[in-house]
């Protein structure tokens, strides 16, 4: 069953991107696709362009996919992740510009009411500051 | 279908107020129906849209805030009840619900 946006969380920490899965949990269930991934592949903190595409994978809607990010580094690693996916994947992939948390939450509440990709952006993305 | 309007309100009395989890519960119920629903803290309004998660969290209502509901579509008298229901028993699961969405 794909009928639902995907939802990945990518932060620096793999920690921070398991907690914050956990909130997605708890709060709005497990009925959204979704993945986190955190950390570089030695183990320290960052971000792994790797871990990312298999996140995506593992997060995989044909609705299409919205990752949430913290810092910098997660937001160009993201952008690489995504040119290197199959063409007819690229356009169904987004960055949200939100706060990692919160906008995890609000994207996965809006994604498990079947919106489209853009309308899952979007109300992640209100939160932000203007 | 026939379109139909309903409206209802309920005393919040959770403990801390329609903070996040509870937000996320009420927009998810509005959610898994099809007619327009808004709730507002005030009779008056404004009114705002129960489907928005980001706006039903921005409401930030304390306890013993009145919760005004009024939907209109096919399924709005359910949807009233509904909501009306998920406030009154504190925001607690319920199986009705759970087969709705």
Redesign the interface.
Known sequence: MTDRVGIVILSHSPDVARGTADMVR????CDVPLSFCGGNPDGGLGTSVEKILKAIDEAWSDKGVAILVDLGGAETNSEMAIEMLDPDRQARVVVCNAPIVEGA??AA??A???ASLEDVRR?AE??SPP | MTSSSASGSVLLTHDVGLH??PS?KL??LA??FKSTIEFAVSPEGPWIDA????KV?ATKAKKDTVLHFRASGGDAPAAVAALTSLVERDFKENHADAATG
């Open positions: 708890q709060m709005v269930g939450v609000m509440t809006e498990w009411g079947g109300t209100e939160l | 996040a989890r996320v927009t998810k959610k898994s489907k928005s998660i980001v969290m």
